[in-house]
Structure formats: structure tokens, C-alpha cells
T-cell receptor, first 112, second 113 residues
Framework: AQSVTQLGSHVSVSEGALVLLRCNYS??????LFWYVQYPNQGLQLLLKYTSAATLVKGINGFEAEFKKSETSFHLTKPSAHMSDAAEYFCAVTLNTDKLIFGTGTRLQVFP | GAVVSQHPSRVICKSGTSVKIECRSLDFQATTMFWYRQFPKQSLMLMATSNEGSKATYEQGVEKDKFLINHASLTLSTLTVTSAHPEDSSFYIC?????????FGPGTRLTVT
């Protein structure tokens, strides 16, 4: 069975600082991996996804993530945080396009 | 990009009543839609897979008689919470698949008093 673990339920950074949100996955076969962002009382918006092509995936809003099979990780990064990045971020895994298994989420706070 | 809407965005109902939540794919047809439930400050949990023209597939632990799902057309799936109780209060989110990608609705906040 697949699963994802997001280390750190809360991450706080200063505006302009590096953002690093951690995600480790467990899967018996190469998975598809996703990062979603959720703003308060809204649905989820896809930031980026890994589908076995390039290991470094670039997404929207300046975010990117690197698939590292040896570390079973898919950490999300952004070089410079913006106030508008404050939101909840979810890592998700699936073996196909259907059942997404979500992590517990990481709330990102950005301080001026 | 693909747009998925939900209606209503917020609903308050009394304990024991039923409430229906609609999920629509506005600019594409979706044979498969999903319903998720999200408790405060928690992750999304898949409740069921809604298939157009056939019965929904429920995840383990989800009561199919309590959470009725109907996918009568290629653009509409409905979730009816029957005999709602305060513990059913939650944020319900649907998604629809288009070209191998899930697109999420904005969610419905259900409060049962």
C-alpha cells in the first residue's frame, strides 16, 4: 500500500527565505507524486506532479520538487517565500490517476 | 484549466435531517468523480468513488447508506448526507478526473446543529 509522510505540521519562514516542505513516500512500485496547496475554506490546487519523467519537477508560483528514489522523498522547495505562499500544503501519492493518498499536511506561515 | 464547482459552499442543517451537496464539472465531462472529507486541520480522506451510470465505490469504514452518492450525468455527482448528526460536520470536497488529472472543487462546509 502507498502512503506519504509529511514531516512538520507547521513551518514558519521569513519573507524572502527558502521554503522547504518535506514529504516521504512509501510505495512498492514507482508512484505518481503530487503537491497541492489549499487556502482557507477552499479546495485544492495542484502545484506540481511527478509522473516518472524528469526527477526535478517545476510547478506553479515558483515551487519545485525533486524526486529522490534513494531517499523515497519528494520535498517541495521555493527559493524565496512570499506572503501569499501562506497556506496548507499536501503531498499525495497514487499508483494511477485515481485514488490519491494524502499526507497530513503542512501549514506554512510566512512572516514579514 | 478545468473547473469543478460545488453547491452549496456552506450549509447548516439540524440533526436528523438530510442535506445534498452537488459537484459539477463545468467545462468537461467526467465519468469519475471522487468525494473527500476533511476534518479541521486534518488531511483529506477519500470517502468514495463516483462512477457515472453505476454504483459508487465506498472506502472502508464509510457507510454507504448514510452517504448516498448519485452520478446521474457526466457533469454532476451528488452526495447526500442522510440523517445528519453533529459528528458529520466537516468539509466535503469533490474532484473530477480530466485527462488523467484530478481537479478539485472549492469544498462545502457542513455544520450539523
Amino acid at each position: 500500500a502507498q502512503s506519504v509522510t509529511q514531516l512538520g505540521s507547521h513551518v514558519s519562514v521569513s519573507e524572502g527565505a527558502l521554503v522547504l516542505l518535506r514529504c516521504n513516500y512509501s510505495s512498492s512500485v514507482p508512484p505518481y507524486l503530487f503537491w497541492y496547496v489549499q487556502y482557507p475554506n477552499q479546495g485544492l490546487q495542484l502545484l506540481l506532479k511527478y509522473t516518472s519523467a524528469a526527477t526535478l519537477v517545476k510547478g506553479i508560483n515558483g515551487f519545485e520538487a525533486e524526486f529522490k528514489k534513494s531517499e523515497t522523498s519528494f520535498h517541495l522547495t521555493k527559493p524565496s517565500a512570499h506572503m501569499s505562499d501562506a497556506a496548507e500544503y499536501f503531498c499525495a501519492v497514487t499508483l494511477n490517476t485515481d485514488k490519491l493518498i494524502f499526507g497530513t499536511g503542512t501549514r506554512l506561515q510566512v512572516f514579514p | 484549466g478545468a473547473v469543478v464547482s460545488q453547491h452549496p459552499s456552506r450549509v447548516i442543517c439540524k440533526s436528523g435531517t438530510s442535506v445534498k451537496i452537488e459537484c459539477r464539472s463545468l467545462d468537461f465531462q467526467a465519468t469519475t468523480m471522487f468525494w473527500y472529507r476533511q476534518f479541521p486541520k486534518q488531511s483529506l480522506m477519500l470517502m468514495a468513488t463516483s462512477n457515472e451510470g453505476s454504483k459508487a465505490t465506498y472506502e472502508q469504514g464509510v457507510e454507504k447508506d448514510k452517504f448516498l452518492i448519485n452520478h446521474a450525468s457526466l457533469t454532476l455527482s451528488t452526495l447526500t448526507v442522510t440523517s445528519a448528526h453533529p459528528e458529520d460536520s466537516s468539509f466535503y470536497i469533490c474532484s473530477a478526473i480530466r485527462q488523467d488529472e484530478q481537479y478539485f472543487g472549492p469544498g462545502t462546509r457542513l455544520t450539523v446543529t
